[in-house]
């Protein structure tokens, strides 16, 4: 499948800022890891400009090994070391200078992060991706996805998709295609439905079934790459479908050429993210 002539034809006059500028709100003190991934990943996929919005007790730390063009916010934390909702005021600032959000990797489940990740949605209007235990902190709270003010893509696997609409798994495991139209139907977002032949669904219609992709991807930071790779399509302007559908293609096909060098037992999150810039090789 070759990738749209937006993101693959950049005017000579290009600007770093025209490829869009993505906050991340990510990572805490046990799961550092999946802010760095989903980082770097939106970086490999063109993202302009990445900041990253991560506990204040992590930020050195993650300062010495982020990838150099990343940039860091340091935000209020819980006692638990993640994000607290007392960086609620702090993120507002930044949402108005930010093109994408992506919400959720790493970021634990503590009881103010919660509140925080519904309240930081909530006010968000621009295109958001929502993943990991920002799903988690919606699956009691779905008003929040009906009354959303921007277009937003949700990440999950089959276990967060029955825990956030409150399934059975088996049922979700049975009827993939027409559970994730519904669902995407009636909360008016796109929904990519991960797993063997990620399904990515809109609200109006459109499904994709994506056919690249091995099961060695089934690893830690896999799915927070995917995240990056949405929002950094985003950013450089494709709409909520096609960024969703052209990023699950993209995220198996540097998947298959990881699997190829590392093999699909001894591959990492980290070897997917290194093959994004052949992946879009392959697309161009």
Same mark, same amino acid.
Do not use: W
């Given at each position: 499948?070759?990738?749209?002539?937006?993101?693959?034809?950049?005017?000579?006059?290009?600007?770093?800022?025209?490829?869009?500028?993505?906050?991340?709100?990510?990572?805490?003190?046990?799961?550092?890891?999946?802010?760095?991934?989903?980082?770097?990943?939106?970086?490999?996929?063109?993202?302009?400009?990445?900041?990253?919005?991560?506990?204040?007790?992590?930020?050195?730390?993650?300062?010495?090994?982020?990838?150099?063009?990343?940039?860091?916010?340091?935000?209020?934390?819980?006692?638990?070391?993640?994000?607290?909702?007392?960086?609620?005021?702090?993120?507002?600032?930044?949402?108005?200078?930010?093109?994408?959000?992506?919400?959720?990797?790493?970021?634990?489940?503590?009881?103010?992060?919660?509140?925080?990740?519904?309240?930081?949605?909530?006010?968000?209007?621009?295109?958001?991706?929502?993943?990991?235990?920002?799903?988690?902190?919606? &699956?009691?709270?779905?008003?929040?996805?009906?009354?959303?003010?921007?277009?937003?893509?949700?990440?999950?696997?089959?276990?967060?998709?029955?825990?956030?609409?409150?399934?059975?798994? &088996?049922?979700?495991?049975?009827?993939?295609?027409?559970?994730?139209?519904?669902?995407?139907?009636?909360?008016?977002?796109?929904?990519?439905?991960?797993?063997?032949?990620?399904?990515?669904?809109?609200?109006?219609?459109?499904?994709?079934?994506?056919?690249?992709?091995?099961?060695?991807?089934?690893?830690?930071?896999?799915?927070?790459?995917? &995240?990056?790779?949405?929002?950094?399509?985003?950013?450089?302007?494709?709409?909520?479908?096609?960024?969703?559908?052209?990023?699950?293609?993209?995220?198996?096909?540097?998947?298959?050429?990881?699997?190829?060098?590392?093999?699909?037992?001894?591959?990492?999150?980290?070897?997917?993210?290194?093959?994004?810039?052949?992946?879009?090789?392959?697309? &161009?």
């Amino acid at each position: 499948m070759r990738l749209p002539a937006r993101l693959l034809q950049r005017k000579a006059r290009t600007h770093k800022g025209d490829c869009g500028h993505i906050l991340i709100l990510a990572g805490s003190g046990k799961f550092s890891g999946a802010a760095l991934l989903c980082a770097e990943a939106a970086m490999r996929a063109g993202a302009g400009l990445v900041t990253l919005g991560i506990p204040k007790s992590i930020n050195l730390a993650l300062i010495k090994v982020k990838p150099k063009e990343v940039m860091t916010l340091a935000l209020a934390e819980t006692k638990e070391g993640t994000l607290s909702e007392l960086a609620f005021a702090k993120i507002c600032l930044t949402l108005k200078q930010i093109d994408v959000l992506i919400i959720g990797p790493g970021l634990g489940n503590s009881k103010s992060t919660y509140a925080l990740i519904r309240k930081v949605i909530n006010k968000c209007a621009c295109p958001m991706v929502i993943d990991a235990d920002a799903l988690n902190a919606l &699956s009691k709270n779905l008003k929040v996805l009906r009354r959303h003010k921007s277009e937003i893509v949700l990440t999950p696997h089959e276990k967060e998709f029955s825990r956030l609409f409150g399934l059975n798994i &088996s049922e979700v495991r049975k009827n993939r295609k027409l559970i994730a139209q519904n669902y995407a139907k009636y909360y008016n977002t796109v929904i990519i439905l991960k797993g063997h032949n990620s399904i990515v669904a809109d609200g109006r219609g459109k499904l994709y079934i994506n056919k690249t992709g091995n099961p060695g991807m089934a690893t830690a930071g896999s799915g927070d790459a995917l &995240s990056g790779i949405v929002g950094a399509f985003l950013a450089q302007g494709l709409d909520v479908f096609n960024a969703a559908k052209y990023a699950t293609y993209i995220h198996g096909l540097a998947g298959d050429k990881a699997a190829k060098d590392k093999t699909q037992m001894g591959m990492i999150a980290s070897d997917i993210i290194e093959m994004i810039p052949e992946a879009i090789k392959l697309s &161009s």
